[in-house]
Every structure is written in structure tokens, then in C-alpha cells.
């Protein structure tokens, strides 16, 4: 939803109307930091309770807990934010046509939403714990089809003004965390003890729950310090050419990040069972899975970039403007991709160390590149960096994760889940792109030709995979016996 309709943001709202949604986004996302690893531990602990180890009155309990730690915690972002709205507004951001009055208001308003956006958060985390991910997701569809369908009806018929947005996304946050909070009350069974915050329960989960503040903070930092240290080094319109097309790149992870979240809670089940061959098994099967499903969507927007955001907003000056970052940012963000799963088995098995200390290194290497790069060579050497940074980040987190975790699988998992597919992917494109990029394309054009490659690509990439191919062929098998 978010991606599709954002040209039609850019429409109601102009492209530096649309830069402020991309701080409200970086915002957002950098205040993770005082989630405090609430989010990731409350996931963990609700599916160590569905293993047993809870009881119902202990998990309720810490649930509890972890919503009065939520709760100051919302008071805290709403008055951090506030009090340095006037400053945002006139020292940090380079406005050229918004008054500072219109964005010292909406920054105000981000400060209510992301209180509440935090909130939900943490319900998720309970309701992907307890495995209650396909109810999760069609209260997630309905109320995002509202978040950003119903944005769009509001900019239409009632105004078109940044505030009126922002207005609305406060309404939805604030209903969206009714609905997920009554969710997760209702799916734990009841206890007749009484539920009061405890302390004792918050320092059971102490030691994890620091690790993961680390980590979140630092991951937050990985993904949004780029968009955080260039809306101040360039204009408002630039910035929002830039968030666009980290936008289009982030759509990897509305991929990758409801598998790997499903995935969790029987690495989790697994590891403490100390099932080292299934959980191996599991391991490459979900990598080979995410690597089948990104890698096609990543290679076509980098290789057609100008075509893939041209198709989507029918804007030949965002195509030319954002086409270049999109190519580079989508690599990044590939990349970032692929270290998700070893990620989750690492927190599977408890470990937050090798995370907090790599995802430092890389942070202040991506700060420091940025910080002296881009006033030179501009917003595009922002995008080089993190491609090289997640790399980076890639290479040295498997490393050691492999050799501590599962030793005997580090090359196959290169080979086998990432390298054969993707290569099979890539392949599929070049040859594409070499016959027909000569060629000048409508938007129906495009959607059917990039339909094509991506749809070629995937095919490719999935027979390519020996797991996936394996159950391909095993269904097709199945099917014919069931006919003959």
C-alpha cells in the first residue's frame, strides 16, 4: 500500500511535502532505540511460552510489564519529539516552499503517531510469538488498506495539506493499537492470579532484552543514518527524491521480513531442543526461499530502474531524477536482505554479541563515508556507501555466526542459497535488458515487459535452487499421480 500509492502522495502533495513523510519515516525508525529490545524479546518469550517454558499467569505478567515500560516510554517520544519540533523545523531541514510553521506542526503530529506506531509494534512482536501471524495479517491488511487508502480519500475530498495526512495516520495508529492489544489478550490463556508489573519478571529477560536494545538502535542506525544525515546536507526536494527511491528499494523487506518473522519462533523451538540437523535444514531451506523471492524484485529494479519508477508514477522527471539511487539502493538493501536469516538463528540461540559488535563497526563506517563523501560527490555517494557497508556487513556476520552456530554449512549456504539463484536471476535480465534496451516504452509497456523478466527470473532462480527445485518436482509428481 505504501509504496503503491506514493505518487499519488507526490501528486496531492508535491515532492517536498512528500520529503517530510520520509523524516516522519527516519524518525520513526531511529527511536526504536527506546523500544529497549522489548519488541524482539516479547517475540522470543511468547514462543518459548507456546514451548512450554512459560507459564500463562509468567507470560501475562511480563506482557504487563513490558506495557508500563511501553507506555512511559511513548510518553517519553512524544515530548523528545515535541520539544525539538521549532528546531527540526528551522535549523535541521532545508525548506524551500513549506513555511516553518506548516512543518513544525506536522513534526508535532509525527510525534503523537510514532507514540502510537511504537505501541503496535510491541503487540506485533507478541502476536508473531504466539505464532498468530495469519490473524495478525488480515487485521495488518485491513487496517493498512485504511492507513493508506483512506490517506489518499482524505487528500482528495477533504485536504490536500501535509497536517491533514498526518492527522489521519494518527487516527489509524491510535485504532490499529485497540484492535492489537485485544488480540493478544485474547490469544493467552486466562490466569485467576492477579497481573501487576513485577521486576522480577523484566530481569529475567535482562540480559537478552539489553543485547537486542543494542542491536535495534544499531540496526535502526544501519537503515536510516543515510536518510537522517542527508536531510540535512541536502534540500528538502532532493531529500525526497532520495527517500523515494529508498522506498521503492525497501519493498525487499515487505518481502523477506514476513518470512523470516515466521520462521523465528521454530529456529527458537529448535535450538532449544538442540536440533542441529533440522534446524540446518530449516536454516537453507528459508534462505534458498528469501534469496528465490528477492533476488528476481532486486536485479529487475536495478537493472531497469528508470523503466520500474517510470511504470509506477508515470513521472518522467522522478525516473530521471531517483532512477540512479534506485539502482544502487536496491543492491543494499539486497544485501541486507541475505543477512536476515542468520540473523534470527542468532537470536535463536541467544546470541546478541557478534550483532551489537558488527552492526557498530558498520554504522560508524556508513557515518563517517556520508559525512565526508556526499558534500563532494553528492546524494549518490550515500547510496554507494550503504551498498558497500551492507557488504560488508554480510561478509563479516556470516563469518563468525557460521563458525560458532553451524560450521559445516558457510559455503553452502553461499553456493547453493545465494549464489546459484541469484546468478540464474541475473542472467535473465542482462539478456533482457541487452535486447530491448533501445527501446522506447509507455507505462503499460513497461509493467508487461518487467512482468515478464521478473516472472522468467523467478522461475529461473527457483529451479536453479536445489531445495526448492527438489519440492517443485516433488509437487509436480504428486499431482500426476493423483490424476493418473
Known amino acids: 500500500m505504501a509504496i503503491s500509492f506514493l505518487p499519488i502522495y ?35 518469550e511468547m514462543a518459548r511460552f507456546n514451548a512450554g517454558v512459560h507459564s500463562p499467569h509468567s507470560i501475562r505478567v511480563l506482557l504487563r510489564s ?63 510469538g504466539l505464532e498468530k501471524q495469519v490473524s495478525y495479517n488480515i487485521m495488518f491488511a485491513i487496517l493498512t488498506t485504511m492507513r493508506y487508502a483512506g490517506a489518499i480519500l482524505i487528500l482528495s475530498t477533504v485536504s490536500n495539506s501535509i497536517l491533514a495526512f498526518f492527522l489521519w495516520q494518527l487516527i489509524i495508529s491510535v485504532l490499529s493499537v485497540i484492535v492489537f492489544s485485544y488480540s493478544v489478550h485474547r490469544a493467552l490463556p486466562k490466569t485467576p492470579l492477579p497481573v501487576s508489573f513485577s521486576r522480577d519478571s523484566i530481569e529475567g529477560i535482562r540480559k537478552f532484552a539489553t543485547g537486542m536494545m543494542g542491536i535495534t538502535a544499531l540496526t535502526a542506525f544501519l537503515l536510516h543514518s543515510d536518510k ?24 525487499l523487506f ?19 531442543d538442540k536440533n542441529d540437523h533440522e534446524l ?13 523471492l528477492i533476488a528476481p524484485i532486486a536485479i529487475v529494479l536495478s537493472v531497469f530502474s ?40 542468532q537470536l535463536a540461540h ?35 556507501v550503504w551498498l558497500v557497508m551492507n557488504g560488508v556487513y554480510l561478509i563479516i556476520s556470516s563469518q563468525f555466526m557460521h563458525k560458532r552456530l553451524i560450521p559445516d554449512e558457510k559455503w553452502k549456504w553461499y ?3 545465494i549464489i546459484m539463484p541469484s546468478s540464474g536471476a541475473l542472467f535473465v535480465a542482462i539478456l533482457v535488458d541487452n535486447l530491448f534496451y533501445t527501446l522506447n516504452f509507455d507505462r503499460v509497456d513497461w509493467f508487461i515487459l518487467l512482468s515478464f523478466v521478473w516472472l522468467v527470473s523467478t522461475m529461473m532462480a527457483a529451479l536453479i535452487s536445489p531445495i526448492l527445485r527438489s519440492w517443485i518436482f516433488s509437487r509436480i509428481s504428486v499431482m500426476f499421480l493423483k490424476k493418473a
Open 415 to 417: 553456493f547453493f542459497d
Open 66 to 128: 513490558l506495557e508500563v515500560i511501553c507506555l512511559f516510554i511513548a510518553i517519553i517520544i512524544i515530548l523528545s519529539i515535541s520539544l525539538s519540533a521549532d528546531y527540526i523545523a528551522t535549523g535541521w531541514l532545508k525548506l524551500e516552499d513549506l513555511s516553518p510553521d506548516i512543518v513544525t506542526q506536522a513534526i508535532l503530529m509525527m510525534a503523537l503517531v510514532i507514540a502510537f506506531r511504537f505501541g503496535e509494534s510491541i503487540y506485533r512482536g507478541a502476536l508473531y
Open 228 to 251: 537522517l544525515l542527508l536531510s540535512n546536507l541536502l534540500s528538502l526536494n532532493e531529500f525526497g527524491y532520495y527517500s523515494l527511491a529508498a522506498t521503492a528499494a525497501s519493498v
Open 280 to 292: 540446518a535444514s530449516t536454516y537453507h531451506m528459508t534462505t534458498q526461499l528469501i534469496t528465490v
Open 350 to 384: 541467544g546470541w546478541t554479541s557478534l550483532l551489537l559488535k558488527a552492526n557498530t563497526l558498520i554504522v560508524l563506517g556508513l557515518v563517517v563515508g556520508i559525512y565526508f563523501l556526499v558534500p563532494q560527490y553528492g546524494a549518490v555517494s550515500a547510496a554507494w
Open 10 to 44: 507526490i501528486d496531492y502533495l508535491g515532492i517536498e511535502a512528500y520529503g517530510l513523510i520520509g523524516i516522519f519515516v527516519v524518525l520513526q525508525s531511529l527511536l526504536l532505540l527506546l523500544d529497549m529490545g522489548m519488541t524482539p524479546t516479547l517475540n522470543r
Open 306 to 345: 528508470d523503466g520500474a519508477i517510470y511504470m509506477w508514477s508515470g513521472n518522467s522527471a522522478l525516473s530521471q531524477n531517483a532512477s540512479l539511487y534506485l539502482s544502487i539502493l536496491v543492491v543494499g538493501c539486497y544485501l541486507n536482505s541475505l543477512a536476515h536469516i542468520p540473523y534470527q538463528l
Open 254 to 272: 515487505m518481502v523477506v521480513v514476513p518470512v523470516t518473522q515466521a520462521v523465528f519462533p521454530k529456529l527458537v523451538k529448535l535450538s532449544a
